[in-house]
Structures are given as structure tokens and as C-alpha cells.
């Protein structure tokens, strides 16, 4: 009876250990993938001229087949061709952003333990992937005519916007330590783990010196608030 329970609980377990999600699921090995590197925010355009020197038969490809895919997630784009094939004046745009911290979160315990989510610990670009989804519902920005947006509302006198001054990548902290101990000697060391407070920040306490930051403002609206 023992065996069998052993054998029972190992079998359950092995089951479990494959139901868990790679992260990879979003890739269909039937499509092609290509990589798009960006390494800052911004509005990101594909000529249809450049396409057609990478993507075989690009003609025969309908515009709302193209879907561009980031962090797993599938992102919506605008195709100028709306759903009849690029020509070499049509285009795809699409809103990137530069890699931030939002992945390494995944790598601490938990993701309050993440000391900067403005900056990845690894590396600034970000893969955008472009692929032909035929037939899918593929997600999209319309054109809205202003005639619909009528009467407008008024205008608002300003808005705050939150400002983020990344301080330089060669400041790294390790994070939590822990003293250890032997033959009256006293130790700081760090596990092999992304520990609380491990990453790129500002410590005056290890720059030992004062820093002057230069924050961007433009258009201030002298009468907001402070």
C-alpha cells in the first residue's frame, strides 16, 4: 500500500509541474516572427517599402492579417491599408516603449521586493515581434473623424504629468545582506537570489557626496497648484 501511495503522489505532482505556463504559449510555430528592437518610447512606423524587402509576398497579404506581438500580449496597431494589402507607400504603426523593470519583478520573491521598476536590470531594448495572423481578430487603432468628437468639450487650463529621472546605470546596489559569523569575524554576504532592494538606484549613502538632478518642465502653468 505504501508503494502505491508513492507512486500515486509522485505521479500527481509530475502532473502539476507541466500544468504550470511557460510564458511562451503566445508563439504559434507555424508563423514567421519578426524582431523589432525598441530602446525608447515613442511612436514606431514600418514603411511598406521596407516590408517588402523582408516579408516574401507581401502583396498578397491582407492588412488586418499583421499583428505585432510584446511580452506575450498581442498590442493594437494601425495598418494605413486598412484591410487590402501594403503597398510600398502604406504603413504599420504601432506605440513602443523601452524594457523597464516590469519582467525582473518576476524574478523576486515578491514584486514589492523590486526596489526600480523604471529600469530593467538587464537591458534597455525591448522585442517587439510582427507576424501574419490570417483570419484573426487582430487588435487595431481606428480613425475616429472629428465630426463625431463634436461639440468639444472645454479645454482644461493644465495637467500633471509625473517626471522620472533615471539616475545613471553604473549605481548598483546588491541588495539585502546578511552577516554571518565565524571564529569572531563578522561577514557581509548575499544570496544567489534578487533580494529586497537589489537594483540600479541613488544612495547618498554609497555616493557620499550631494547630486544635482535636472527634471524636465516644460510649459509650466504658473497658476497650477504647486
Known sequence: MKKL???????VFGFALRAQPF???????????????????GLYRLNGSYLSSVI????SVTGSSFVIHH??????IYVSSGVSPLSSTDYIEFYGERNK???????YRTADDQINQNTSLFTDTSIYFLSINPGGN????????????LPLPSKENYFIKKQIVNYPTGSYY??????VTSGGISEEVYKSLYETGEGYAFSAYFNHNNQDF??????????GPT
Do not use: C, M
Not at 501511495?5 to 505521479?11: E, I, R, V, Y
Not at 487582430?138 to 468628437?149: G, H, I
Not at 546588491?174 to 552577516?179: A, I, P, S, V
Open 214 to 223: 535636472a527634471v524636465a518642465t516644460p510649459h509650466v502653468y504658473t497658476s
Open 5 to 11: 501511495l508513492l507512486f500515486f503522489s509522485f505521479t
Open 56 to 59: 516574401p509576398n507581401l502583396g
Open 174 to 179: 546588491d541588495g539585502k545582506y546578511y552577516t
Open 71 to 76: 511580452n506575450g500580449q498581442t498590442i493594437p
Open 101 to 107: 523593470g516590469y519582467i525582473d519583478s518576476l524574478l
Open 23 to 41: 510564458g511562451n504559449e503566445w508563439i504559434n510555430t507555424a508563423h514567421v516572427y519578426y524582431k523589432i528592437k525598441v530602446t525608447q518610447d
Open 138 to 149: 487582430n487588435p487595431r487603432f481606428t480613425d475616429v473623424p472629428n465630426s463625431l468628437l
